[in-house]
C-alpha cells in the first residue's frame, strides 16, 4: 500500500506531508489498518483543459483535485494557479487540509486543487475562460455538500466568482455555497480575505504571551507579500510589533527600526517598483538573508521547503509562524526542535483562511450573514483554542507543537473512520 501511494503521487511535498503523518502515528500507536488508509487521499482527478488563447491558438493546462478524506464532512481547500503545481504536490496539500480542519474542529475534511499555470502570463480573458472550463471539468466531485474550493496561491475572489457562476450554470440556480474566498456581493463572508493573516497573528500573539515576551520587544520578518504575507505584516503591526523584514520572490525589504508596512504595501500593490528598490524605506536583503535574520518572530508566509538542513542552523528566531504550507523540511524540522525555536506548525498557523471559509459557507447556506467584528472574534476563539490544546498536549507528552498538532487532528479523523467503519 505504502508503495502504491508513493508511487501514484510521489513528489518531495507528499513525501514531506506523508513522513509528517508517520511520525504522529508512530507516536499516538494509530491503528495500522487506519494507518494505510490516511496515507492514501481518497480520490484524485487529473484533468486536461484546452483554452482558446488570445492570439486563437489553443493551448492545453492540466489540472488537478484531489480529496484526500471525508470522513468527518465535505471535503475543503484552495485551489492553486501555479507553473509548479502537479498532482503528487495538490496530494499533499490536500492530506494537510484534513489535519487543518480537524484541529480547528470544522466539519469538513480535506482537499486541493490546481492548474499548472503561471496565471500573471494569461490575459483576464484567458484566465476566466481557463477557470470555467476547470470548474466544468471538476464539476462531477464538487459541490456544497461534496467538496468546497477556496483561493490558495495564484487564485483569488474574481476566480472564486466565475468558478461559482459556472457551477450555478450547470445546476441552473445559484449556490453561493460551493465555493469560498468570494467577493461579498455574490455570498462572500467579510473578513475572509485578511482571515489567513489575522489567525496568523492570534496564534503568534499567544506563542509571545506563553514565552513572556513583550510585543513592544518584538520584531518579526516575513517572506512573501501575497495574500497571506501583506496581511499579517499589516495587522501585526497594528498589534504593536516591529516588521523589520519583508521579501517576495525577487528579493526584500530590512530596516532594523521597524518598515512603514502601510506605505511600502501601497507603493508595492500598486506594483510599479520592487521591494528591493525602495531604498527610502530600508536596504534590500536577499531571501535567503531574510529567512537568517536576526528577529523574534520568522513567518514564512510563501511557498514548501524553504526551511531545510542549509538553513535551519543558521535561523535567528525565537518563535518559526509557518503562514505557508510546508515551509519546513523534515530534516530542517528536528534542526529546530533541538534549538529550542518554539515552532507554530502550519496546520494550525494558517487555519484562518479555512475557519473563516467555513463561516462564509455557514452563512451562505443559512442565508443569513453576520458582522465583521464576529467574524473576528470567532475565529480568535477557535484558533486560540486550537493553540492552547495544542500546547497543553504538547507540554504534557514532552513533544513539539507540531507533533501535537498532527495527533490532534489525525485523532478526531480517526475517531470518525472508527465510528463509520469500513464500506463494505
Ligand atoms: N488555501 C487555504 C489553505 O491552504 C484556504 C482553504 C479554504 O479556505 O478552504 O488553508
Not at 489567525?199 to 512573501?224: C, F, K, M, P, Y
Not at 507603493?267 to 536577499?286: A, I, N, V
Not at 520568522?298 to 542552523?313: D, K, R, S, Y
Request: charged share 20%; net charge negative.
Amino acid at each position: 500500500m505504502e508503495e502504491a501511494t508513493v508511487t501514484e503521487f510521489d513528489h518531495p511535498t507528499f513525501r514531506l506531508a506523508v513522513a509528517q503523518f508517520d511520525q504522529a502515528a508512530e507516536v499516538m500507536g494509530l491503528d495500522p489498518n487506519l494507518r494505510e488508509r490516511l496515507k492514501a487521499p481518497q480520490r484524485a482527478l487529473t484533468v486536461s483543459l484546452p483554452i482558446r488563447m488570445d492570439d486563437d491558438t489553443v493551448k492545453v493546462f492540466m489540472g488537478y483535485r484531489v480529496q484526500h478524506d471525508s470522513a468527518r464532512g465535505p471535503s475543503k481547500g484552495g485551489i492553486r494557479y501555479h507553473p509548479e503545481v502537479n498532482l503528487g504536490e495538490v496530494a499533499a496539500l490536500s492530506m494537510w487540509m484534513t489535519w487543518k480542519t480537524a484541529i480547528a474542529g470544522l466539519p469538513y475534511g480535506g482537499a486541493k486543487g490546481g492548474v499548472k499555470v503561471s496565471p500573471s502570463t494569461l490575459s483576464l480573458g484567458e484566465l476566466e475562460r481557463l477557470t470555467r472550463r476547470y470548474a466544468a471539468e471538476i464539476f462531477p466531485i464538487i459541490g456544497p455538500d461534496k467538496d468546497i474550493p477556496a483561493p490558495d496561491i495564484g487564485t483569488n475572489a474574481q476566480v472564486m466568482a466565475w468558478l461559482m457562476d459556472t457551477y450555478s450554470e450547470q445546476v441552473g440556480f445559484a449556490v453561493p455555497g460551493v465555493v469560498t474566498g468570494k467577493p461579498l456581493a455574490i455570498g462572500g463572508s467579510a473578513g475572509r480575505e485578511e482571515a489567513t493573516g489575522r489567525g496568523v497573528v492570534n496564534v503568534t500573539l499567544e506563542a509571545l504571551r506563553h514565552l513572556n515576551i513583550d510585543l513592544s520587544n518584538t520584531t518579526v520578518a516575513i517572506q512573501g507579500m501575497g495574500n497571506v504575507g501583506s496581511h499579517t505584516a499589516r495587522i501585526i503591526r497594528q498589534a504593536g510589533a516591529k516588521v523589520i523584514a519583508i521579501s517576495d520572490q525577487l528579493g526584500g525589504l530590512y530596516n532594523p527600526h521597524g518598515l512603514n508596512i502601510p506605505d511600502v504595501l501601497q507603493r508595492y500593490q500598486e506594483g510599479k517598483e520592487p521591494l528591493g528598490s525602495m531604498h527610502k524605506f530600508g536596504d534590500p536583503l536577499t531571501n535567503e538573508e531574510l529567512l537568517t535574520t536576526d528577529c523574534t518572530v520568522l513567518i514564512p508566509a510563501a511557498v514548501a521547503e524553504q526551511i531545510t538542513t542549509h538553513n535551519a542552523a543558521k535561523l535567528r528566531c525565537r518563535i518559526l509562524v509557518e503562514a505557508a504550507n510546508g515551509p519546513t523540511t523534515l530534516e530542517a524540522d528536528s534542526i529546530l526542535a533541538d534549538r529550542d525555536i518554539f515552532t507554530i506548525p502550519d496546520i494550525l498557523a494558517n487555519s484562518g483562511g479555512v475557519i473563516v471559509s467555513y463561516f462564509e459557507w455557514v452563512q451562505d447556506v443559512q442565508r443569513f450573514f453576520w458582522k465583521e467584528a464576529d467574524i473576528h472574534e470567532r475565529l480568535e476563539e477557535i484558533i486560540v483554542a486550537a493553540f492552547q490544546r495544542t500546547l497543553t498536549f504538547a507540554q504534557e507528552n514532552k513533544t513539539t507543537m507540531r507533533i501535537a498538532a498532527l495527533i490532534n487532528g489525525i485523532d478526531r479523523v480517526a475517531q470518525a473512520h472508527q465510528l463509520r467503519g469500513l464500506y463494505p
